[in-house]
């Protein structure tokens, strides 16, 4: 039997009959076509299907759509796009902190919540914030490296929606 | 992958899920954050099982403090209990295994209710909750009763919840603030692991004899369940905490524990590491 749900993904209010058994994760990518947000390990391990739900990260793998109801969510569409990079997005870029691209969704999205929470976050912090994103690649240094960027720009350009322009 | 289908019903209030569970002939499960429960199901658990959501019963979403003791709603998450001023004081262990628990994201919908309800001999809180003398309310729609934590498991994910029962509350006495606390997760990485030991430790050293007044050792994946280590706290009581009394100590631990091997680790390594660990907290004397 499927369940009437509303949800506000990146400021847009969506209304669907879903199934009980659909995951967040299958409602944004499947019923939305917001696929930037990826499915890599499918349990919770790996964090690239990262997004915020209520002002909070969670793995959208876990979440079972019906439970997102009247929730606000933001994934990695939300941040910015390929003209008007977030500045967090800026910061990958510059540091090269983007190898197979496949964690990146979900690593700026934590980064987001991070920068939120703590504007200038120490290493640790970082790190820490980035502990349930798992990058295969193991570019861990040069992604430390493009978080601590991001907060630079971040605070001398704060992000206009829907983010700024990339500049060369 | 064979993902189980199942039937969805959700409950605002304590009152509703009793009444859901009262009426219902057939097994319930509960739901709050759906940590497990979502991993569970992809390995094909609860298939047509009646999946009762009890996320939004924000009634159990609570830390209180009274007197000598901390009430904690089952709903509360791992992300609160860090916040929570009052478990960082009064109830350090507790604080310390929800900051190494999994991972951001799973610490902002994972609960201590769930975490104790799936009863795996791992649970990360459980060893905390075991040194806290944690007692467990299970309530169902005729009564309630009070459960001391270590009678509530009975083996790897069995307990002895009745069908008809939900956690609804657990209360810890204060830990008074001049016990030292440790706790340590031994996994393959630092987050999102399943434990290979953990280990949770508390203790009171009065100042000027320097000797434990008190002390609590809980263990967890070292046995069926978590455990205390009776024997290893008795032989350290009333002692002062000397290298070769700590050695004897981590020799003792070794014989209360009984793990198995598994895809994480061999039963002679968690042995192994039972007893360096505990050293390993034993001698970081911080008082």
Redesign the interface.
Known sequence: MKISITMVVNGIIHKKEVLPTLTLLEFLREELYLTGTKEGCGKGECGTCTVIMDGKTVNSCLVLAVQANESVITTIEGLGDTHHLHPIQEAFVREGGVQCGFCTPGMIVSVAHLLEKSPQPTDEEIREAISGNICRCTGYSKIVKAVRKAAKLKQSNPPVTPGRKLSK | ?S??????W?ALSVPDALKILHNEQQQVKL?A???DF??QR?EGLWQDKH?L?I?KTKELDYIRESGKSIQLGARTTM?ELIDSAVIRKYAKPLHLAACVF?????R??ATLGGNINNASPAGDTLPALFVLNAKLKLSSAKKDRLVPIHEFFLGPRKTLLQPNEMLTEIIIDKLDPKYQSDFYKLGER???AIAIVNLAVCRKIDPRSHKVTDIRISYGSVAPTVIRAPQTEQLLLHQTLTESLINKAAERAQSEVSPISDVRASADYRKEMSASLLKFLLKNNRS
Request: glycine share 6%.
């Open positions: 992958m993902l189980s289908s199942f039937s969805y959700q739901l954050g759906g940590t979502t991993v992809k999946i959501d996320w992300d999994a991972s951001p994201q799973i902002n919908r630092n987050a999102v």
